[in-house]
Nanobody, 125 residues
Framework: QVQLVESGGGLVEAGGSLRLSCEGS????????MAWFRQAPGKEREFVAA????????YYADSVKGRFTISRDNAKNMVYLQMNSLKPGDTAVYYC??????????????????WGQGTQVAVSS
């Protein structure tokens, strides 16, 4: 079992930055592909970014590419999402997820077995 706890959310003005953190416990996160998803009010949860366990290759949704950066610190059992140039459209609950699925599942919820409780990000215009 893996437990994930997100932190770092909050209210920020458009153009600002936030760094989300995801702390893992129970097992080492280095064995897992890690991802961030988000869910805005009235919308389905969507993929934001992922980092593979092997090689650390990263993947991003087109809507955040160039603005968000996912990273991991295996020694600390942590995963991060640096969010720059935030827009009101980035307002959502952000979830950290861990899984071991094949590459083709990287951008889908089905590729992840463990989920955190989420952290709220609100961007004002």
């Amino acid at each position: 079992q893996v437990q994930l706890v997100e932190s770092g959310g909050g209210l920020v003005e458009a153009g600002g930055s936030l760094r989300l953190s995801c702390e893992g416990s129970g097992r080492t996160l280095s064995s897992y592909n890690m991802a961030w998803f988000r869910q805005a009010p009235g919308k389905e949860r969507e993929f934001v970014a992922a980092i593979r366990r092997s090689g650390g290759t990263t993947y991003y949704a087109d809507s955040v590419k160039g603005r968000f950066t996912i990273s991991r610190d295996n020694a600390k059992n942590m995963v991060y999402l640096q969010m720059n140039s935030l827009k009101p459209g980035d307002t959502a609950v952000y979830y950290c997820a861990a899984g071991q699925a094949v590459l083709s599942h990287t951008r889908f919820e089905s590729g992840y077995l463990y989920w955190g409780q989420g952290t709220q990000v609100a961007v004002s215009s």
